[in-house]
């Protein structure tokens, strides 16, 4: 049977498995049974320094230990980050921009302080028997299978009674009576060393995760800042459709009827210049015409209301410059709204590939994954390409600010983060030096 263990999330490639993840975490064993002393130490530090703060003296004191503290939990939240397979954010609350004693009073109130401070304590306690037990086990089997040559390099007196005065050894023969313990208490490391260390790592995510009042008040800013870029994307978008409006369709509407007035003047006098007029009006009407089309296609593709995403898509492949793959895993129709949304991340990502990341070949791939139990699901999005890569991240986490591009070009994807924030979407972006670029966006939905 594998170890489920062995899925997990772990830095810098792949997770080990079976024995390597069992030396894995032996060697984080000692690295935190070495964190547990400090561990003490700072918690000491940051005890002595909250109890002389009334004299002043202790306000850079605390200052200093709080962050010392919240540093030491900090490597301790990725280490169970890592080990479960779970993110964890920080849960402090932001300082205020004030003065020291105000920004001191708000972080010696934040809950997550005092949090850190609790695990401090709770951690010299429950390290001891989770992975310090953890590492007693291995060394233990490790000093139980070189007994006898333990016995014969010792002086006289040392190891002889193994399990105290009332069973003594007394000669090497006799000490090989002690190397089955070896394989036993290595058997034991063996089968505990994953439970203990996620066991630790769950005790470190009671205490420095953030709680759910915490998740809440997290929730609640995504959610206002995803509303706000939601509001200035629409109006930016009505802004640009009046623009268009006024500065295209509209001005050449007004031409067209001036030049029908003027015609109408004419036409008793030189039928040869009113003849004129109606051919450049007739052709003002075809390009005012073919302006509102374009409007219309820029809010809603009818192509997109005609075949759905998967059609609207193929359709944007054929007429793109670059030979465009485009692979569609979709139940059906999806919603309105999120064909949308979908089809211009779509739209705008292949844009700035082709506009930065001089490909010679694009794919996009779209699949939607249902969640169990429900007709909802997560709409996948990709948009690689072949380019010269480089993709600079830009504001917020995963956010790009280009495709392969530096970071002043190109702020196509960070308008797309903002129309997917309104589906709760995310977007983050793949691409290093020389290439591939991968653009790969999200957004959750149900299927029609």
């Given at each position: 049977?594998?170890?489920?263990?062995?899925?997990?999330?772990?830095?810098?490639?792949?997770?080990?498995?079976?024995?390597?993840?069992?030396?894995?975490?032996?060697?984080?064993?000692?690295?935190?049974?070495?964190?547990?002393?400090?561990?003490?130490?700072?918690?000491?530090?940051?005890?002595?320094?909250?109890?002389?703060?009334?004299?002043?003296?202790?306000?850079?004191?605390?200052?200093?230990?709080?962050?010392?503290?919240?540093?030491?939990?900090?490597?301790?939240?990725?280490?169970?980050?890592?080990?479960?397979?779970?993110?964890?954010?920080?849960?402090?609350?932001?300082?205020?921009?004030?003065?020291?004693?105000?920004?001191?009073?708000?972080?010696?109130?934040?809950?997550?302080?005092?949090?850190?401070?609790?695990?401090?304590?709770?951690?010299?306690?429950?390290?001891?028997?989770?992975?310090?037990?953890?590492?007693?086990?291995?060394?233990?089997?490790?000093?139980?299978?070189?007994?006898?040559?333990?016995?014969?390099?010792?002086?006289?007196?040392?190891?002889?009674?193994?399990?105290?005065?009332?069973?003594?050894?007394?000669?090497?023969?006799?000490?090989?009576?002690?190397?089955?313990?070896?394989?036993?208490l290595l058997l034991l490391w063996y089968t505990t060393a994953v439970r203990l260390?996620?066991?630790?790592?769950?005790?470190?995510?009671?205490?420095?995760?953030?709680?759910?009042?915490?998740?809440?008040?997290?929730?609640?800013?995504?959610?206002?800042?995803?509303?706000?870029?939601?509001?200035?994307?629409?109006?930016?978008?009505?802004?640009?459709?009046?623009?268009?409006?006024?500065?295209?369709?509209q001005a050449r509407l007004v031409s067209l009827g001036m030049s029908l007035g003027?015609?109408?003047?004419?036409?008793?006098?030189?039928?040869?210049?009113?003849?004129?007029?109606?051919?450049?009006?007739?052709?003002?009407?075809?390009?005012?015409?073919?302006?509102?089309?374009?409007?219309?296609?820029?809010?809603?593709?009818?192509?997109?209301?005609?075949?759905?995403?998967?059609?609207?898509?193929?359709?944007?492949?054929?007429?793109?410059?670059?030979?465009?793959?485009?692979?569609?895993?979709?139940?059906?129709?999806?919603?309105?709204?999120?064909?949308?949304?979908?089809?211009?991340?779509?739209?705008?990502?292949?844009?700035?590939?082709?506009?930065?990341?001089?490909?010679?070949?694009?794919?996009?791939?779209?699949?939607?994954?249902?969640?169990?139990?429900?007709?909802?699901?997560?709409?996948?999005?990709?948009?690689?390409?072949?380019?010269?890569?480089?993709?600079?991240?830009?504001?917020?986490?995963?956010?790009?600010?280009?495709?392969?591009?530096?970071?002043?070009?190109?702020?196509?994807?960070?308008?797309?983060?903002?129309?997917?924030?309104?589906?709760?979407?995310?977007?983050?972006?793949?691409?290093?030096?020389?290439?591939?670029?991968?653009?790969?966006?999200?957004?959750?939905?149900?299927?029609?």
């Amino acid at each position: 049977m594998t170890d489920p263990s062995a899925t997990r999330r772990f830095p810098g490639g792949a997770p080990p498995s079976g024995p390597a993840l069992r030396v894995s975490l032996l060697g984080w064993s000692l690295v935190l049974l070495l964190g547990t002393a400090l561990g003490t130490g700072l918690a000491t530090l940051w005890i002595t320094s909250v109890a002389v703060v009334a004299l002043g003296a202790g306000i850079p004191l605390t200052l200093l230990s709080t962050v010392l503290v919240r540093w030491f939990a900090g490597l301790h939240r990725h280490w169970a980050a890592d080990r479960l397979g779970e993110p964890m954010a920080p849960p402090y609350l932001p300082p205020p921009d004030a003065g020291w004693p105000r920004r001191l009073w708000a972080i010696l109130r934040d809950p997550a302080t005092w949090r850190d401070w609790a695990w401090l304590v709770v951690n010299s306690i429950t390290g001891w028997f989770t992975y310090g037990l953890s590492f007693i086990l291995f060394l233990g089997g490790i000093f139980y299978l070189i007994y006898p040559l333990l016995y014969q390099l010792t002086p006289p007196q040392v190891f002889r009674t193994p399990l105290g005065n009332g069973f003594r050894l007394r000669s090497v023969q006799e000490s090989f009576v002690m190397v089955p313990l070896g394989p036993v208490l290595l058997l034991l490391w063996y089968t505990t060393a994953v439970r203990l260390a996620n066991l630790n790592a769950l005790v470190i995510r009671s205490l420095l995760g953030p709680t759910e009042q915490a998740r809440l008040r997290a929730r609640v800013q995504q959610l206002a800042a995803s509303r706000a870029d939601t509001v200035d994307t629409q109006a930016g978008e009505l802004r640009r459709i009046e623009r268009d409006l006024h500065d295209g369709a509209q001005a050449r509407l007004v031409s067209l009827g001036m030049s029908l007035g003027l015609a109408e003047q004419l036409l008793p006098n030189d039928p040869q210049a009113v003849q004129r007029m109606l051919a450049e009006a007739r052709e003002a009407t075809t390009d005012a015409l073919a302006e509102l089309r374009d409007l219309v296609r820029g809010i809603h593709p009818p192509v997109l209301s005609d075949r759905g995403l998967d059609g609207a898509l193929r359709a944007l492949a054929l007429v793109n410059p670059i030979p465009t793959t485009v692979v569609t895993r979709l139940p059906g129709r999806l919603p309105a709204p999120v064909e949308s949304a979908a089809y211009f991340a779509v739209t705008e990502a292949l844009s700035n590939a082709i506009k930065h990341a001089r490909p010679q070949h694009i794919r996009i791939e779209v699949e939607f994954t249902p969640h169990r139990g429900g007709g909802t699901g997560e709409l996948t999005m990709r948009v690689s390409d072949d380019g010269r890569g480089g993709a600079a991240i830009g504001a917020g986490v995963g956010v790009g600010v280009g495709v392969g591009a530096d970071a002043g070009a190109g702020t196509g994807l960070l308008g797309i983060a903002r129309r997917l924030a309104a589906f709760d979407g995310t977007l983050t972006v793949d691409s290093p030096p020389g290439g591939p670029t991968e653009v790969r966006m999200s957004l959750l939905c149900a299927s029609s």
